[in-house]
């Protein structure tokens, strides 16, 4: 079971990356069922939510910093989440990581961060000014 984040490097102040995150291992057969959402760590910093993707209606939610920015979106047929970043500020260079939690809801995303089931290792995020 593994979730792999890929899609991260430098980027300029304005600019926009796409993140992917594969979800392999038979346990996402039914990938579908999976609640994804993305987070991001700065060095010292707590982990922050950023962006939830239901499992069954494809609703989403997004944290008020990024709003009107990014966009979530899955493809349950190729067992991978998206997320579109655009117009990106000097302070969101962070480590940004995907998670995913069987049946989830935006509640375990936003405020229950230990309800996750899985975690990729993140990948790397700068953004140059």
């Known amino acids: 079971v593994e979730l792999v984040e890929s899609g991260g490097g430098l980027v300029q102040v304005g600019g926009s990356l796409r993140l992917s995150c594969a979800a392999s291992?038979?346990?996402?057969?039914?990938?579908?069922?999976?609640?994804m959402g993305w987070f991001r760590r700065a060095p010292g910093k707590e982990r922050e939510f950023v962006a939830v993707?239901?499992?069954?209606?494809?609703?989403?939610y997004y944290a008020d910093s990024v709003k009107g920015r990014f966009t979530i979106s899955r493809d349950n047929a190729k067992n991978t989440v998206y997320l579109q970043m655009n117009t990106l500020k000097p302070e969101e260079k962070d480590v940004y990581s995907c998670?995913?939690?069987?049946?989830?809801?935006?509640?375990?995303?936003?405020?229950?961060?230990?309800?996750?089931?899985?975690w990729g290792k993140g990948t790397l995020v700068t953004v140059s000014s």
């Open positions: 998670a995913a939690r069987l049946y989830g809801s935006k509640a375990d995303f936003v405020g229950r961060i230990n309800h996750m089931h899985y």
């Open positions: 993707i239901s499992s069954s209606d494809g609703d989403t």
């Open positions: 291992g038979r346990t996402f057969s039914t990938f579908s069922s999976y609640a």
